[in-house]
């Protein structure tokens, strides 16, 4: 059974850069037409995709955080990275990983999510 | 981009029938996607493409849709089915890619 889990700071300051790590478990991130992806909440609100990001390194960001936001991957430890840069309080979320079926499909696995507090 | 309309919540008596609609522009020619979130937990799939249910989610569980709805129904609803829904879509036609509706919390009487 794939498990994903977040890990990081819970706390980071303003204007300073969001980093979190994304470990996949009982899988490979190198497996042929997976995409692994960000997604957040904030407090209360909805659901938001942030970006996805291939096992090449191929990678596709949301609009809202074009500028601010690198996801990257390392197939060697089947981890896979966002950083999101000038963190300011509206980044305060819960940040979820997440195994993207293929391109275009569902999101299927989903790690507990990590809540970071930008003050 | 593309803006999916949900109702805000639903309320629904044990053992009735719940149904969450999830609106937008052609959506009929879009592959719809639900998910359930309980308070403090990650979102769990439990509708894909449009009408198919993950092995392990009940079959008291479907989703259907038309041109311009699609609607997760949830049969002989159980207290534990009390939680937010969101419907999500691939619009390929632009950059924001992936779209969740706002949600709908479900509320069991």
């Known amino acids: 059974q794939l498990q994903l889990q977040e890990s990081g700071p819970g706390l980071v300051r303003v204007s300073e850069t969001l980093s979190l790590t994304c470990s996949v478990f009982g899988g490979s991130v190198s497996r042929n037409s997976h995409y692994w992806v960000w997604i957040r909440q904030p407090p209360g609100k909805g659901l938001e995709w942030m970006g996805s990001v291939y096992y090449s390194g191929t990678t596709y960001y949301s609009p809202s955080f074009k500028g601010r936001i690198t996801m990257s991957i390392d197939t060697s430890k089947d981890q896979f990275s966002l950083m999101l840069t000038s963190a300011s309080a509206a980044d305060t979320a819960s940040y979820f990983c997440?195994?993207?079926?293929?391109?275009?499909?569902?999101?299927?696995?989903w790690g507990p999510g990590a809540f970071v507090t930008v003050s | 981009s593309y803006v999916l309309s949900a109702p805000l919540s639903v309320s629904v008596a044990p053992g009735q029938t719940a149904s969450i609609t999830c609106e937008g522009d052609k959506i009929g020619r879009k592959v719809v996607h639900w998910y359930q979130q309980k308070t403090g937990q990650a979102p769990l799939l439990v509708v894909y493409d449009d009408r198919i249910r993950p092995s392990e989610i009940p079959d008291r569980f479907s989703g259907s849709k038309s041109e311009t709805t699609a609607t997760l129904t949830i049969s002989r609803v159980e207290a534990e089915d009390e939680a937010d829904y969101y419907c999500q879509v691939w619009d390929s036609s632009s950059d924001y890619l992936y779209v969740f509706g706002s949600g709908t919390k479900v509320t069991v009487l």
């Open positions: 997440v195994r993207q079926f293929a391109y275009g499909a569902r999101f299927d696995y």
